[in-house]
């Protein structure tokens, strides 16, 4: 099969375009990872969850969004440690340890009582073990299997979350319906115990790890190409690629941590409300797998700027919906958009700045992501307590993802493209290994002026 990647470039034939390919199989168990983690069942259950601790505690949404924020920040704070240990260590075996505390945390959550303490306490830990658990580590993985394929690879891993968004909220829905909130605590804690936990660590492994973990010093800097994190951190790149994930991370987070109880407010139904969030993750499904295809043969920063409009423009129309029938194509254009930085952040962070520092880096620009991510569930649930609507706020959100949107058009050309010999992949091969000594000319590349 020929797979012309880049506008100008060569066509080229890969290993990686065979179904045959060992990576394509990682990928699929780095789906199923992401789909059981923090990513998923912690942040598409939350918002199901407000009414029921409100009435169950009388806590009411402030304090309640104080744990979203709580659990956001330790990923945060966590991201770019465990993100080094991932660039150090085979990332399955770590994934696979965080998986089953992030486990044992929402298992927790159904023993909460009227005190605060508690729910927040068990929010910090589904944080620091829910850093280790979403993309970050998966993303390591799968992009030391692929090089000209990779967007499609990544689009793989990313969508376990827009599985998830799609599977979660009628699951909770009916669950609580059904069994009341603490047994759906138990039973969204089996999905990492006894899914996402065995699978990572029989199945998720990196190509050659065992000879890349043992080798140390100049043997183990020439497996892997690219700049070291210090040296990224000069680069004009990395900045815009943040300032572009804070600003979907204000719209996007705010309002998956309130759809439940905003479209309440607007008296949709409960099932309206589960049909609206699950459109939202099927659009959102559907936007990755078409984004990641994307990446392999467009600009990413161009995707970038037609994604964060996307997500903008539909996130203000979901503000603004009055009805399900305004609610639902406002909830598709949102999720189209929606989760972008999924993608892109990994796939545009190997072609700027290489494999060396991966994953310390993407804990980095995640960080970033994650502390507006629990800014914003905390800024709507004051206003909406001072106001009684959501709608401003999120308008002033939407502004800023629109901004965001723009920055992404400052980004430069890719530094570490995909290499454009036509050399065919062995099975057992790591691209990594094939376009090392292409990505380590390229490394000499001046920085792009800050």
């Given at each position: 099969?020929?797979?012309?990647?880049?506008?100008?470039?060569?066509?080229?034939?890969s290993?990686?375009?065979?179904?045959?390919?060992?990576?394509?199989?990682?990928?699929?168990?780095?789906?199923?990872?992401?789909?059981?983690?923090?990513?998923?069942?912690?942040?598409?259950?939350?918002?199901?969850?407000?009414?029921?601790?409100?009435?169950?505690?009388?806590?009411?949404?402030?304090?309640?969004?104080?744990?979203?924020?709580?659990?956001?920040?330790?990923?945060?704070?966590?991201?770019?440690?465990?993100?080094?240990?991932?660039?150090?260590?085979?990332?399955?075996?770590?994934?696979?340890?965080?998986?089953?505390?992030?486990?044992?945390?929402?298992?927790?959550?159904?023993?909460?009582?009227?005190?605060?303490?508690?729910?927040?306490?068990?929010?910090?830990?589904?944080?620091?073990?829910?850093?280790?658990?979403?993309?970050?580590?998966?993303?390591?993985?799968?992009?030391?299997?692929?090089?000209?394929?990779?967007?499609?690879?990544?689009?793989?891993?990313?969508?376990?979350?827009?599985?998830?968004?799609?599977?979660?909220?009628?699951?909770?829905?009916?669950?609580?319906?059904?069994?009341?909130?603490?047994t759906?605590?138990?039973?969204?804690?089996?999905?990492?115990?006894?899914?996402?936990?065995?699978?990572?660590?029989?199945?998720?492994?990196?190509?050659?790890?065992?000879?890349?973990?043992?080798?140390?010093?100049?043997?183990?800097?020439a497996?892997?190409?690219?700049?070291?994190?210090s040296?990224?951190?000069?680069?004009?790149?990395f900045?815009?690629?943040?300032?572009?994930?804070?600003?979907?991370?204000?719209?996007?987070?705010?309002?998956?941590?309130?759809?439940?109880?905003?479209?309440?407010?607007?008296?949709?139904?409960?099932?309206?409300?589960?049909?609206?969030?699950?459109?939202?993750?099927?659009?959102?499904?559907?936007?990755?797998?078409?984004?990641?295809?994307?990446?392999?043969?467009?600009e990413?920063?161009?995707?970038?700027?037609?994604?964060?409009?996307?997500?903008?423009?539909?996130?203000?129309?979901?503000?603004?919906?009055?009805?399900?029938?305004?609610?639902?194509p406002?909830?598709?254009?949102?999720?189209?958009?929606?989760?972008?930085e999924?993608?892109?952040?990994?796939?545009?962070?190997?072609?700027?700045?290489?494999?060396?520092?991966?994953?310390?880096?993407?804990?980095?620009?995640?960080?970033?992501?994650?502390?507006?991510?629990?800014?914003?569930?905390?800024?709507?649930?004051?206003?909406?307590?001072?106001t009684?609507?959501?709608?401003?706020?999120l308008?002033?959100?939407?502004?800023?993802?629109?901004?965001?949107?723009?920055?992404?058009?400052?980004?430069?050309?890719?530094?570490?493209a995909?290499?454009?010999?036509?050399?065919?992949?062995?099975?057992?091969?790591?691209?990594a290994?094939i376009?090392?000594?292409?990505?380590?000319?390229?490394?000499?590349?001046?920085?792009?002026?800050?």
């Open positions: 099969m020929v797979l012309t990647n880049m506008p100008g470039r060569t066509p080229v034939r290993a990686e375009n065979s179904p045959g390919y060992p990576g394509w199989r990682v990928a699929v168990v780095c789906h199923i990872g992401v789909l059981t983690g923090f990513a998923t069942v912690f942040i598409y259950s939350f918002s199901f969850m407000v009414k029921p601790l409100q009435q169950q505690f009388g806590w009411n949404r402030e304090q309640i969004a104080q744990a979203f924020s709580l659990a956001a920040i330790s990923v945060a704070i966590c991201s770019p440690g465990i993100g080094k240990l991932f660039d150090r260590f085979d990332p399955r075996r770590l994934i696979a340890g965080f998986m089953a505390v992030f486990g044992l945390g929402i298992a927790s959550l159904a023993f909460l009582t009227p005190n605060l303490v508690q729910f927040y306490s068990s929010a910090v830990v589904i944080g620091v073990a829910g850093a280790g658990t979403y993309q970050l580590g998966y993303a390591r993985i799968v992009a030391a299997w692929f090089d000209r394929r990779l967007g499609a690879a990544l689009s793989i891993v990313v969508a376990g979350s827009g599985v998830g968004s799609f599977v979660v909220p009628p699951l909770v829905e009916h669950l609580l319906a059904a069994y009341g909130w603490r759906t605590y138990l039973a969204l804690a089996a999905l990492p115990l006894l899914a996402g936990t065995p699978l990572t660590l029989l199945f998720a492994r990196s190509p050659r790890a065992a000879s890349f973990h043992r080798a140390t010093g100049p043997a183990r800097s497996q892997v190409a690219g700049l070291r994190w040296e990224a951190l000069q680069s004009r790149s900045w815009l690629l943040a300032m572009g994930v804070c600003a979907l991370s204000l719209s996007e987070n705010g309002t998956l941590a309130h759809l439940a109880p905003m479209l309440s407010d607007h008296r949709l139904s409960p099932r309206d409300i589960a049909f609206t969030a699950s459109l939202l993750g099927i659009s959102s499904l559907t936007g990755r797998f078409v984004l990641g295809w994307l990446l392999d043969f467009l990413g920063s161009h995707i970038a700027l037609a994604s964060l409009l996307a997500s903008g423009g539909g996130i203000f129309l979901l503000a603004h919906a009055q009805s399900f029938s305004a609610a639902a406002a909830a598709f254009v949102a999720g189209l958009g929606g989760g972008c999924l993608d892109l952040i990994p796939y545009m962070l190997r072609r700027y700045f290489g494999m060396r520092s991966f994953s310390t880096l993407y804990g980095l620009v995640y960080s970033a992501y994650a502390v507006a991510g629990a800014i914003a569930p905390l800024a709507l649930g004051r206003v909406y307590d001072r009684g609507s959501y709608t401003g706020i308008n002033v959100f939407c502004g800023v993802t629109i901004a965001g949107a723009a920055a992404m058009l400052a980004l430069p050309a890719y530094r570490f995909p290499s454009a010999d036509s050399k065919t992949n062995r099975p057992d091969e790591s691209p290994d376009a090392e000594s292409a990505l380590t000319t390229e490394k000499g590349a001046a920085f792009e002026s800050n």
